[in-house]
């Protein structure tokens, strides 16, 4: 092997070695979310519910054992979810789903994690029964941002994971239907 040859190769190995750690490094860090330790939940709560968040709409959850599976709709009717995980307590850790309306395939679809707590918020009147709120974090997958997800209980609702589903209810106007 001549000079020249050793030369070329070493520097066809440097390239490949460079581009391999660079497109290493593109990839963001997973999401960072707090290292929280459960308590339990307060008397008298469970995670079973509905919840709502004026962006992510309805959540319904379904406590499984220990674990927690549930779907949103959101309320414009542009994405409906679904998510599950495990819970400590009043911690809840999941990954999700969320599906666009009417996309198919790997770019209607994004997928993260995420974690809610459960609370009751302090009262000013211990007559009052405060309302139930889950405090949440969540993350698209490979990504630094965390964004937040507060939902509220909705009193006397029950979760009917059925009906959310990839069928969107909202049907167009007739005046815009095809003829």
């Known amino acids: 092997m001549s000079i020249r040859q050793w030369v070329y190769g070493l520097a066809i190995a440097l390239v490949v070695v460079c581009s391999g750690?660079?497109?290493?490094?593109?990839?963001?860090?997973?999401?960072?979310?707090?290292?929280?330790k459960?308590?339990?939940?307060?008397?008298g709560e469970s995670w079973e519910g509905v919840y709502y968040n004026p962006v992510y709409g309805h959540l319904h959850l379904v406590p499984q054992g220990d674990s927690v599976v549930?779907?949103?709709?959101?309320?414009?009717?542009?994405?409906?979810?679904?998510?599950?995980?495990?819970?400590?307590?009043?911690v809840f850790h999941f990954t999700w789903t969320e599906h666009?309306?009417?996309a198919f395939g790997p770019s209607g679809d994004t997928h993260g994690s995420g974690m809610f707590i459960y609370r009751l918020?302090?009262?000013?009147?211990?007559?009052?029964?405060?309302?139930a709120e889950l405090d949440g974090k969540y993350?698209?997958?490979?990504?630094?941002?965390?964004?937040?997800?507060?939902?509220?209980?909705?009193?006397?609702?029950?979760?009917?994971?059925?009906?959310?589903?990839?069928e969107n209810p909202v049907e167009p106007?007739?005046?815009e239907q095809w003829q």
């Open 100 to 102: 666009r309306y009417g």
């Open 70 to 90: 549930g779907r949103w709709k959101r309320t414009d009717s542009s994405h409906w979810g679904e998510l599950s995980g495990t819970i400590d307590g009043n």
């Open 121 to 131: 918020p302090p009262t000013k009147d211990d007559s009052i029964k405060p309302i």
């Open 21 to 36: 750690g660079a497109l290493g490094a593109c990839g963001a860090a997973p999401a960072k979310f707090p290292q929280v």
């Open 139 to 166: 993350a698209l997958d490979d990504s630094n941002e965390i964004g937040d997800w507060h939902c509220v209980k909705q009193i006397n609702l029950k979760p009917d994971l059925k009906s959310i589903n990839g």
């Open 173 to 175: 106007a007739a005046k």
């Open 38 to 43: 459960g308590t339990e939940l307060p008397a």
